[in-house]
């Protein structure tokens, strides 16, 4: 399923803060000095590596669907989602 542009940045969004999991690491401590569980593991790899992986593989089938490089949706992906523009001032 191909996404919109839109949805793509709402993904990246959506990796992008799930990336805080340093968070996680600061509360379990890293899982080579003390195991985690079960639950910690796949809270980490669903707050991440999940979100991550699927919005690649999206920015891939949107790029394929539209017969874009990859390369610049991935890059106007990030660009929107880490800098979105502020909205211009409207004239009332």
Avoid: S
Avoid at 32 to 52: C, M, S, V, Y
Avoid at 57 to 63: K, L, Q, S
């Amino acid at each position: 399923m191909a996404h919109t542009f839109e949805e793509l940045v709402a993904m990246q969004r959506a990796a992008d803060q799930a990336q805080g999991v340093q968070q996680l690491r600061e509360q379990y401590g890293p899982p080579t000095r003390e195991a985690w569980n079960e639950q910690q593991t796949a809270t980490h790899e669903t707050a991440w590596r999940d979100l991550a992986r699927d919005v690649q593989a999206a920015i891939t089938a949107h790029a394929q669907a539209e017969g874009q490089p990859r390369t610049e949706v991935e890059a106007g992906v990030k660009k929107a989602a880490r800098h979105p523009e502020q909205p211009e001032p409207q004239d009332e």
